[in-house]
């Protein structure tokens, strides 16, 4: 099956600070999701992004589906950042987690 | 109510009691999962119904028993569990492209039940 590995797995950043996090898959995919999962379990949808790139706010992907990686990177870090983030990635059947990052972001 | 809901968020139960987690898509989705988040590993697919039909059965063990009922709702019996069994219980919703129903799209996640088992 879809191998996902997630780096760092962990990140300890200063608020403000900018990080990048990555997100290597083994096989082609049809579904890339990045998740923000907070402090109470929810998992929160960032971005459904199987190729190109896309911008939210602060927040911003890229995946490059024919080199197998996706990049979420986070500008200007604050508290409320911190948390789980997650990559997964589908075939056609069902998503497949990585083991996530953990992201703290102090003041 | 909106997104995907679950209920109850918490529950305790010892290893002779039967429950169910109830799971409600709003969305208008036709596939819907059941996840399973132990401590210190991945996320696990249990199991996915694709127009109410179960597609996806991950080897999850009997005492595991989901129903689809219709493409808005999902439930998970659960019966003579196991204390590892502990963990939080996510379900999520997603429109299924293709008449096929071979590609699943962007999913979205309830804010799952976090089961203790005594």
């Known amino acids: 099956g879809i191998q996902v590995e997630q780096s760092p797995p962990d990140l300890i950043l200063q608020e403000g600070a900018n990080s990048t996090l990555r997100c290597n898959f083994s096989d082609s995919v049809n579904n890339l999701q990045w998740f923000h999962q907070n402090p109470w379990g929810q998992l929160i949808n960032l971005f459904y992004i199987p190729s190109g790139t896309k911008q939210n706010g602060r927040l911003s992907a890229t995946t490059v589906a024919t080199e197998r990686y996706s990049l979420l990177y986070i500008s200007s870090s604050q508290t409320t950042d911190s948390g789980v983030y997650f990559c997964a990635v589908g075939g056609t059947d069902k998503l497949i987690f990585g083991t996530g990052t953990r992201l703290q972001v102090f003041p | 109510e909106t997104g995907v809901t679950q209920t109850p968020r918490h529950l305790v139960m010892g290893m002779t009691n039967k429950k169910s987690l109830k799971c409600e898509q709003h969305l208008g989705h036709n596939a819907m999962y059941w996840y399973k988040q132990s401590a210190k590993k991945p996320l696990e697919l249990m199991f996915v119904y694709n127009f109410k039909e179960q597609t996806e059965n991950n080897s999850v063990p009997s005492r595991f028993s989901p129903e689809c009922p219709n493409s808005s709702h999902l439930f998970l019996h659960l019966h003579t569990l196991q204390p590892e069994d502990s963990a939080l219980y996510l379900c999520?919703?997603?429109?299924?492209?293709?008449?096929?129903?071979?590609?699943?799209?962007?999913?979205?996640f309830g804010p799952g039940t976090r089961l203790t088992v005594l």
């Open positions: 999520a919703s997603s429109q299924v492209a293709g008449t096929s129903g071979s590609s699943y799209n962007e999913q979205f």
